[in-house]
């Protein structure tokens, strides 16, 4: 009942702030960042004895985060079905060229520069290290992006080229980042953490084509969702059971009904829509709580410091600059598309959860001490980014960037 209480408070905290950011002209994301930093250990729960006994149940403790982790599976699962969707076939060929030259130039200039930039603070001896910070840049939060999409009722026209982009992008950050993971820790079997992957792909497409038949058999669009829903928790449970990768597992997931699906797929991601917001809501404020703001004065040392400092200019940098060199390459690509793909959060706090996990496995306190040095350095950009990010794409949104031909034509 405690949690239930906690959670509820949650909520309201998270309205009442995200309201305020309304008011402020700023994504209300950022209020609901807000709300998980004030009741989370990085605000009132970093010294709860401070607060009546009556009021301590109600904060982000680290026991109650943990417990309330489910609802961060939930949200994940939803978004990474939200962006598996955008993967549609005919959304993808109709983006064309654009889109292949945005994707690339996206990709390999975001991970070219923030390897660059870890590297020359950790030297070349640290090679490896640094190109894992490199995929860890890749990955663009889906979880923000949508909610400012929504929020500032962008059309299907920027959502259809941005969304796309960000599924590319993250599909892109976990295989190169867990590809690399294997050869950087020196792992005995180095593709094994790829071979999950691949795993989990086969899970979704096999719930996606399972579930084809009950979707077209469920007469309304309340047993439909019904259908859609308990495939994506089955779906994610299955992957977890079976040890592959959920996140790729409900991508794939979401992909299979967009593409085989047809209307019955599009009526359950509609459905799936109006669903998710309370859970999204949740989700942000639990991440805020997750953010440690204090890194970015007390990384552990100077060069944890600089690190940070580099990983979030080169990631920066990478981001920005892809968009001119994306339109170097097609005349339909905006040059300024880019700095809508700022945030980041829930796949880069995965990765280097999974980093984390392998190396304490390991038995080697010097991959301890690598992962330790990771998870730092991301964790405190991730806070940076979380906080301009959705800044920068609601920006991009509300000048209009690109016609709608520039969006969807290739």
């Not at 993808?92 to 994707?103: F, I, K, T």
């Not at 050869?183 to 180095?190: T, V």
């Not at 299955?238 to 209307?263: H, R, W």
């Not at 170097?328 to 990765?351: K, T």
């Amino acid at each position: 009942m405690k949690l239930v209480t906690c959670a509820g408070v949650v909520l309201l905290a998270a309205a009442l702030l995200g309201e305020i950011a309304r008011r402020l002209r700023v994504p209300s994301v950022l209020g609901y960042l807000g709300a998980g930093v004030l009741l989370g250990p990085s605000g009132l729960a970093a010294d709860p004895t401070r607060l009546p006994a009556l009021l301590r149940p109600l904060l982000l403790t680290p026991s109650a985060i943990t417990s309330l982790a489910p609802i961060s599976a939930l949200a994940q699962a939803l978004i990474l079905f939200a962006v598996g969707r955008r993967l549609k076939l005919s959304n993808l060929r109709s983006g064309g060229g654009a889109l292949a030259a945005h994707a690339i130039s996206d990709i390999v200039l975001t991970f070219a520069l923030a390897t660059s930039a870890c590297l020359v603070v950790l030297g070349s001896e640290h090679y490896s290290l640094a190109m894992l910070f490199g995929a860890v840049a890749i990955a663009t939060a889906p979880a923000a992006t949508l909610l400012v999409l929504r929020e500032a009722g962008a059309g299907e026209a920027i959502k259809a080229r941005i969304l796309p982009l960000v599924g590319l992008d993250n599909t892109a950050s976990l295989v190169a980042f867990v590809g690399l993971l294997g050869a950087a820790f020196a792992l005995p079997r180095p593709y094994a953490l790829l071979l999950d992957i691949g795993r989990g792909a086969l899970v979704g497409l096999a719930f996606g084509l399972l579930l084809l038949v009950p979707l077209r058999l469920a007469g309304t669009e309340q047993k439909k969702l019904l259908v859609g829903l308990g495939g994506l928790l089955g779906c994610w449970g299955a992957a977890q059971l079976l040890g592959t990768a959920p996140l790729a597992a409900t991508l794939i997931y979401g992909a299979a009904l967009a593409n085989l699906g047809g209307d019955c797929g599009d009526k359950v991601a509609a459905s799936l829509a109006r669903l998710d917001y309370p859970i999204l809501v949740l989700f942000f404020a639990l991440a805020g709580a997750h953010l440690h703001l204090d890194l970015f004065t007390a990384s552990g040392n100077a060069a944890a410091l600089a690190l940070t400092i580099a990983y979030v200019l080169g990631r920066g940098a990478g981001k920005a600059l892809s968009t001119p060199l994306a339109a170097l390459l097609h005349a339909r690509v905006d040059e300024r598309l880019g700095l809508g793909m700022l945030a980041q959060a829930g796949l880069a706090i995965s990765l280097v959860d999974v980093a984390t996990a392998v190396a304490a496995t390991s038995g080697r306190p010097e991959l301890v001490a690598q992962a330790a040095l990771l998870r730092a350095v991301v964790l405190a950009a991730v806070a940076f980014f979380e906080l301009v990010g959705p800044l920068a794409l609601r920006r991009v949104v509300d000048r209009r960037v690109a016609s709608p031909v520039q969006e969807i034509v290739g």
